[in-house]
Structure formats: C-alpha cells, structure tokens
C-alpha cells in the first residue's frame, strides 16, 4: 500500500541514531529485513508473531509479511517554512508521508550538545509544530483565497468550504495543530486536496537514557501532559540502547540483552508495530503450500475491498470469503481441520475483515 512514515526531529535529538538502528538489516529479530530506496527511505517488516506461527504450521515455500516504509527527514530549522536551510526539501518529504514519528531528546548528557544550548523536549516539540503550522497556514489562505469569491455570491458549497477552512485557519493562528481542529469527520473533505502537514496523525518518541527506558523521567511526564489533548501516543525509547542491540550478532545474544534491561521487545519493534496502529491499519493473512502472506488494509475494510489488495479484478468479480480465525488455525493446525471442526465461514459482501483474518477469495471476472 505504500505506507509511509516520516521522522522527525531537531539536530542531536537521537533521530538519526535511531533511523539508523531502524535500517540496520539484523535489527531486533531473527527475521527483521531492511532494504534502501533512498538514502533516508527504508522498508522494513511490521514484526507479527502471528505469521511466523502460520508458517511453522502451513510449511510454505515462502513467507510475505507486511512492510512499512520509514522515511527520515532532515533539514528542519526554525525558519524551515520559508525554505531556510533544507526548509522546502524537508516540507516536500514530510507531505508524502501518512503519519509523523516525532522524536524528542528526554535525556541529559554533556557530551551530547544540544542545538538551543539545553534539553527542553516541550521547547524543541513547539519548534517544529510551528514551522509545520505556518506552513499549513499557507497552504489554507490560498484556498480561502479560492473560494472566497463563490462565497460571497452564495455558492453553497463554496460557502461550506470556505467556514470550515476558517475554522482551521483560526485553529492555526492560535498555535494548535490541524489534527485538533473542532471539525466534523465528514467536513475535512475540504482540506484533502492541500495535504495539511499538522492534520497527519502523530506519535511522540521520547528518546531516554538506559535508567529511564522503563519508567520515563521528568521529561517524558512533560511530554504526555503536553500532548495529551492530541490523541497521540507517546513511546519511551533508548536509542542507545538500541544501537547496542543492532551491534549484536545473533537472535539469541539480542534477547540475553533485553531480559537483562527487563525488557520484552526493543524500542525498535515497539515503534514499527505502534506506526502500524498510528495508520489505522490492520491485516490479514492468506495462507497455502506456496505462500504464507500478510496483507495490509485500513481497519473497517469489508470483504470486497479487502479482496483488491491482492488484485483489483478480485474487488470487481467478487462472490465469497472463505474465513478462518487466526486463533482457530493455530488449535486445529490445519484448514481442512478448521472445515471438519466447522470454522470455516462463508462470507459476503458486507462481511467487515477482523485483525488476523486468514482468507480464501473466490470471484469471477
């Protein structure tokens, strides 16, 4: 599906430490792969234990789990809306992606210098937000400009248009974020076509030092009261920590590693399986003697839409889903013993794909 998302940060945050971590191709499982479209562009595999449990049970000739792509974005300044710096470059990526993870410094270290001269991650978070927002601001006045004129002459659509784009405008001037906007669901149709940066959903990473990877710290405790009208999720992360764990060479030596710390999974997966969520994303698998493949599609997809992932043909020609819970394929270990069990469904068009699905479409073109 092509599913991005971007990171942000400013300079000596632990944004590019943790990138790095993230495109390092033995990552933080026995089967993390990474591959380079760009130099700041990686694909990397959304870990699920759930796929790697069907294909010891289905023995495939090959497995396709679900990727995502994490875009690193550099360049950004204050002044980044005006094109100081990488400023237009920065903008340009960022817009193409579907989600923002924001990483924050909550870690003191003199050896570490900070651009502004200390560690405020509220500070630094403000930075960014406000050039992301003047740039918004910029994009939402040249559609008002638009559509100002159909307004006055009583156009209502135009009309309609142009008070919701005000009530963004004025959300902006007040230094708020697109994403909160007092908007209703079906009126932000009008600001699909201008790709609001601050209208992306949005996670905070906190990069902590190794004491603080458990519990957080003061500045963790200030980032979450500072977001939390936002809806966002807040992630606590040690890029050090992580660094560390990139270095070691086997799955074995990178579990010893994180039962040491008293962790269960590294910041690094925590943060792939969290973007999933950010984007609202759910899966489902099919699985056969050739393949065992995840799918990625948006939650609330049903059976006809789910089917057109794989191809468009499989949407236009569809009869029937042939459906099996992933937890009853895992007891009965096979599809012809979840049939014989009775837990195989039959399901039409309006039937809406669960998490873990594992389906078998049949359809006529």
């Known amino acids: 599906m092509g599913l991005q998302c971007g990171i942000v940060g400013l300079p000596n945050v632990g944004k590019s430490t943790l990138f790095n971590c993230l495109s390092n191709a033995r990552a933080q499982a026995a089967n993390f792969p990474f591959c380079t479209i760009e130099p700041n562009v990686g694909v990397i595999t959304v870990p699920d234990e759930r796929i ?10 090959r497995v396709v789990p679900n990727v995502i792509e994490i875009v690193d974005i550099a360049g950004l300044v204050k002044g980044a809306s005006k094109g100081e710096g990488l400023g237009n470059q920065f903008l340009a990526n960022i817009r193409a992606t579907n989600a923002i993870i924001h990483v924050l410094r909550c870690f003191d270290d003199d050896n570490v210098i900070h651009v502004d001269g200390s560690v405020d991650p509220i500070r630094d978070k403000e930075i960014i937000d406000t050039e992301l927002q003047l740039k918004d601001l910029e994009s939402i006045e040249k559609k008002i400009s638009k559509v100002a004129k159909g307004a006055q002459i009583g156009d209502k659509e135009q009309k309609k248009a142009f008070d919701v784009l005000t009530v963004y405008k004025n959300h902006l001037l007040a230094g708020k974020s697109a ?32 004491k603080s990877v458990n519990t957080g710290n003061a500045y963790v405790e200030q980032v979450k009261a500072a977001v ?32 040491d710390l008293g962790l269960q999974q590294s910041g690094v997966a925590q943060l792939i399986k969290a973007a999933y969520k950010l984007l609202n994303l759910a899966t489902y698998f099919t699985a056969g003697v050739q393949e065992v493949r995840a799918w990625t599609i948006t939650q609330g997809f049903t059976a006809p839409q789910a089917a057109g992932v794989i191809h ?29 069990a009775g837990k195989l469904s039959v399901e039409g068009k309006t039937y809406v794909v669960a998490d873990g699905d594992i389906m078998h479409f049949r359809f006529n073109v």
């Open 52 to 61: 790697t449990k069907l294909a010891e049970l289905v023995n495939p000739q």
């Open 179 to 210: 994403r909160t906007a007092p908007v209703a669901d079906e009126d932000k149709e009008y600001i699909e076509d201008i790709w609001l940066l601050t209208a992306k959903p949005v996670m905070y990473v906190c990069n902590v030092d190794e």
């Open 228 to 259: 939390k009208e936002e809806n966002a999720q807040v992630l606590i992360i040690s890029a050090q920590i992580e660094s560390e764990i990139a270095q070691l060479d086997s799955y074995e030596e990178r579990q010893m590693f994180l039962d």
């Open 312 to 340: 468009t043909d499989f949407e236009k020609g569809f009869i029937r889903a042939e459906v099996i819970k992933y937890d009853d394929f895992v007891k009965y270990g096979s599809e012809n013993a979840c049939k014989e």
